[in-house]
Each structure stands twice: as structure tokens, then as C-alpha cells.
């Protein structure tokens, strides 16, 4: 569905040398049950197949789960292609903006555990934080503006060259690797809002400055606080700021007519956007862990936590928190990058209305993706939750056409 095709971030830094196959055995993709349905997996298989023959992609690992059981699971194509390293299914990728899910439930846990509120203003925990609007009027920016990305905050690939974020060279989370969080806060605080916050969507920073008002909400680093509070209470044990083996992170490639491997650092025009690479950040303790595109990460940690999401929440959030991520938070704004039939809850793109689009999906389905090549969706109704990672980024076309072979009667 070309609404959750995601504009999202990522930078580059990364040595050319290829990583050194893994020896370990490969891990089960999830605890869930496997009960494969075998002719969902020749349609889905259909789709690898053809897209790894066309060169659309470099590799992938898709996950399916229907009522909590996983119907299918593969792994294909190559994590490091020159290094002919094949893809497992417990390969890590880069989130990119897969990781704002993510930390929304993390801000969201607080929240639960009444050390955060929705309505604190963002200055109540970064009192140096305090963009304004271009009348030069300091408006108020609060935790529900953050999450629900209606602050008035944008990306610097989403604003034209020469625009006040290239000016202050505001990191999008995805490069810059070494930046401090706090260098890169006065940044952002120096250039304009784009709008008066609530007023507006728009797809940007604000869970970058989510993830630091976590950090001094709760008096401890980011990532200790999401892994608190998320990852370790599900078991994601490969979900993290930082990866320190690389031979089970997955090579990042450009999407083209034979995707192109990224290099240090890479930049990939998708339309009229130019989007700079760094696939070493992620090894850089140094690097600011970037609530908003910074998270490394498997398909079977990911197909947890949304499995926790679309069951009630539980071991991480509350049912009533839980049900308000996949809910519509923005009323009637119109998400600009989503579509028609779509709004934004807390962490998930949601479709309030399937029939103003042509998908699958049906109405209640939420979901998100990140640039580097990885998406996902859940489908309430259906219950249905789909994980879809790649390592090539940019549009391949490979989600959509998985999408009509998963929903295919």
C-alpha cells in the first residue's frame, strides 16, 4: 500500500569489507506455534522468487502469523552478496523508522507507569529545547505533539536543499555517526517549527526528541530504557542502538536495475528525494541512539512485539494503551504521506477507512516501515500480523506484491 512505502531515515558509515559468515546455527524464527498453510506459501514464495530472479532485492526474510501461529517463514537471497553470505531468518537489519513503534511504546510504558503524561510540555524535560515558529513566537511542544507527529517538527530530506535544516545540519538519525544527541537537539531547536504544533501531520524528528525526554523522564540512557521496559520484557534479545556482531547484520544495498551496495558514506535519489546513508552508524557507540531510526533488529523480535500490540499489550503496556497506539490520534488531520483512508495513532500508521484505497487490508490494520528496505503490517480483523524485511532500499514494488499473494483467495 503506497502510503506505508515510508519516508524514513538512515545515514551512512561503513567499512567496505564484507563481514565474515557467522558460524552459528541458525534461531528459530519465534516461539509462536508453526502450523504452515501450504498454499499461502507457494503464492508468497512465488513472490520471493520472482523478485530475487528480477534483482529487485538482495534478500529477505518474511514472517507470517494468523491467530498467533506462524503460518509461514522463510529466509532467501543473500545478507552480503559479494561476500555470498545467505540470509537467515535470524539476520538483523536496520529498522530505520521500524524503531519509532518501538520507542512510542517504550514513551507510552511510562506513561502507564504515570512517570510521563501526554500533555507534559516537552520543556518539562528539555528545558533548552524550544524551536520556534517563523513569526519568532515560542509555542508549546508536548509529549502527545511527539508521538503522534503533530509538533510542527520535519526530516532535512523532506525540506527543499538550502532550507533551514540543511543550513543547521539537522541529523535525521540515519547518518552524521558520533553525533551527540544533545548537538544535534540544538540544531534542530535552532530552525524554524514548520507549523504550529497540532495543527498539522508531518512525517519528521519528533520521536528523536521523544526518545531523549524518555532518557530524562525515566533518568537513564534511551536504550536502557526501551530495553526496560520493551525488548527484554519480550525477548527481542537481537533488538538493539548498537550492533557488535557484524556478521549477523545484513548488508545494505540501493534499490536499481541490480541494487547497488551501499558504501560510506550512500546516497539514494527516490523521486524527489536524495537520502544520505551510513550504514556504520549503528556499529558507533558514539552515535546518538536515534528514537527514530537508530534501532538494529531481527523479523522474529519484531513479530513479537507486534503480536504483544495486537493481543492487548501484555507483558509491556496496558490493553487500553495498547488498543490507543493502533487507534486514530489525529482526528481528521490528513497524513500527507499515507493516503486516503488513513490517520496515525500512536506509533502506527492505521487505516480508519479500507475502502478509500485500493488494499487488502482492511479497516483497523496499522502498520509502518523503514527506509532501509523492512516493513510490516497487522491486520486486526484478519488476525494477521506480517513482517517483510529486506536489505534494499527504496521502492522495489516487493510488499505490495506480497500483500495481494497473502490476501490472494
Given amino acids: 500500500m503506497k502510503g506505508w512505502i515510508v519516508v524514513a531515515m538512515v545515514a ?29 506459501g507457494k503464492r508468497v514464495d512465488a513472490v520471493i522468487d520472482q523478485a530475487l530472479g528480477a534483482q529487485k532485492i538482495v534478500g529477505t526474510v518474511v514472517l507470517i502469523a494468523r491467530d498467533g501461529k506462524l503460518v509461514y517463514a522463510r529466509a532467501a537471497g543473500h545478507a552480503d552478496r559479494e561476500a555470498k553470505l545467505a540470509m537467515r531468518e535470524d539476520t538483523q537489519f536496520r529498522l530505520a523508522s521500524m524503531t519509532k513503534p518501538i520507542v512510542s511504546a517504550a514513551a507510552l510504558a511510562l506513561v502507564d507507569r504515570k512517570q510521563l503524561a501526554l500533555e507534559d510540555p516537552v520543556t518539562k524535560y528539555l528545558p533548552d529545547f524550544q524551536p520556534k515558529l517563523a513569526d519568532g513566537t515560542t509555542p508549546v511542544i508536548t509529549v502527545r505533539h511527539l508521538i503522534t507527529h503533530t509538533s510542527g517538527l520535519g526530516y532535512t530530506f523532506l525540506e527543499p536543499a538550502g532550507g533551514p535544516y540543511h543550513t543547521a545540519k539537522v541529523s535525521s538519525g540515519l547518518a552524521e555517526p558520533g553525533l551527540p544527541a544533545a548537538a544535534n537537539l540544538r540544531r534542530l531547536a535552532s530552525a524554524p517549527l514548520w507549523f504550529a504544533p497540532g ?61 547497488a551496495r551501499m558504501t560510506e558514506p550512500y546516497t539514494l535519489a527516490m523521486d524527489d528525494l536524495r537520502v544520505t546513508f551510513s550504514p556504520a552508524r549503528i556499529f558507533d557507540p558514539a552515535s546518538f541512539p536515534s528514537g527514530g531510526a537508530g534501532m538494529a533488529g531481527t523479523a522474529s523480535d519484531y513479530l513479537r512485539f507486534l503480536e504483544a500490540i495486537r493481543t492487548g499489550g501484555a507483558p509491556i503496556l496496558a490493553p487500553a494503551t495498547a488498543a490507543a497506539m493502533h487507534a486514530n490520534q489525529i482526528d481528521q488531520l490528513e497524513a500527507d504521506i499515507l493516503g486516503p483512508g488513513q490517520r496515525f495513532g500512536f506509533g502506527f500508521g492505521v487505516i480508519t477507512d479500507a475502502t478509500a484505497e485500493p488494499s487488502a487490508r482492511g479497516t483497523g ?45
Fill in 12 to 40: 551512512v558509515a561503513c567499512s567496505s569489507r564484507a563481514p565474515a559468515p557467522a558460524s552459528a546455527p541458525p534461531a528459530r524464527a519465534t516461539e509462536l506455534e508453526r502450523a504452515p498453510d501450504a498454499e499461502l
Fill in 199 to 259: 495543527t498539522k501531520w508531518q512525517y519528521g524528528l519528533s520521536i528523536d526528541v521523544l526518545g531523549e525526554v524518555i532518557a530524562r523522564a525515566a533518568g537513564r540512557p534511551l536504550p536502557d530504557v526501551v530495553g526496560e521496559l520493551v525488548t527484554r520484557p519480550l525477548a527481542m534479545t537481537s533488538t538493539t542502538f548498537t550492533v557488535t556482531d557484524r556478521a549477523r547484520l545484513a548488508w545494505p544495498y540501493g534499490a536499481g536495475k541490480r541494487p
Fill in 365 to 409: 490494520s496499522f502498520g509502518w516501515g523503514g527506509i532501509y528496505g523492512t516493513d510490516f503490517w497487522v491486520d486486526p480483523e484478519a488476525k494477521l500480523s506480517v513482517v517483510v524485511m529486506t536489505n534494499t532500499a527504496g521502492d522495489t514494488g516487493f510488499t505490495s506484491k506480497l500483500e495481494q499473494a497473502i490476501y490472494a483467495r
